[in-house]
């Protein structure tokens, strides 16, 4: 079964330095997300995207998150200037469909890139 | 406001009895999402189920929804070891920019002992 996958499984930063996290979600799928849990705490949604552009983002993502489908495959999230509180799980997750426009398709998550910052 | 507040928080069951987990949640929704989470790893989707429907099966799972009270329900009948994760339901809502942001609550945690 086709899954989404996340690069690296675990990034190590020290406080203020950029980092960019990697997936490559499902091939056939049209719609992108990003989402964070901080450990113990419940899964944030951060962003959505589709057709090359943010569809909805939440009070978290601010000028400090970005998101890019560089190519036809990988879809990524870069935080710049990262902070001690951005240490999280970061998960992605694709989907063939927005569910309640179309076809109530659900959402394939990767296994998430655990993010420290030192 | 927050959506999709399950409860119980915690949950410990002998190997073959059922689960149920539940979960409230504030807005009017399209669908409401099941999700599993093993430690460590990503989501798993089990089901969905669309606003006007009342309940729904799949395998050991039986999902009810009721929109009169904002609530839904997640049973797992014949516990196995495996079933030990924690259990996320799930809602749209309507984004500030017109788009959906899926909304998840804090889960429970179920551990199913053999």
């Known amino acids: 079964e086709p899954e989404v996958t996340q690069t690296p499984s675990h990034q190590v930063t020290q406080m203020g330095q950029e980092v960019i996290l990697r997936c490559v979600p499902i091939s056939n799928h049209l719609y992108f997300y990003w989402y964070r849990q901080i450990l113990g705490q419940k899964v944030e949604f951060l962003v959505s995207f589709y057709n090359n552009e943010i569809s909805e983002k939440s009070e978290i993502f601010d000028d400090q998150f970005s998101v890019e489908r560089p190519d036809g495959s990988n879809f990524t999230l870069k935080i710049r200037s990262t902070k001690l509180e951005d240490s999280a799980m970061y998960f992605c997750a694709s989907s063939e469909a927005l569910g309640w426009q179309l076809s109530n398709q659900p959402q394939h998550f990767g296994d998430g890139t655990r993010l420290s910052i030192l | 406001s927050q959506q999709g507040e399950e409860d119980p928080q915690a949950l410990s069951i002998q190997e073959g009895e059922n689960a149920t987990m539940n979960c409230s949640y504030k807005t009017s929704i399209n669908n409401l999402q099941w999700y599993r989470q093993n430690s460590g790893r990503g989501l798993v989707h089990l089901i969905l189920?669309?606003?006007?429907?009342r309940e729904k099966h799949s395998g050991r799972l039986r999902v009810t929804l009721d929109t009169s009270k904002k609530s839904s329900s997640l049973l797992i009948t014949a516990s196995r070891a495996a079933d030990t994760a924690s259990y996320f339901c799930?809602?749209?809502?309507?984004?500030?920019?017109?788009?959906?942001?899926?909304?998840f609550g804090a889960g429970t945690r179920l551990f199913v002992k053999a």
């Open positions: 189920i669309r606003s006007n429907e």
């Open positions: 799930a809602t749209d809502a309507l984004g500030d920019t017109g788009g959906f942001k899926t909304i």
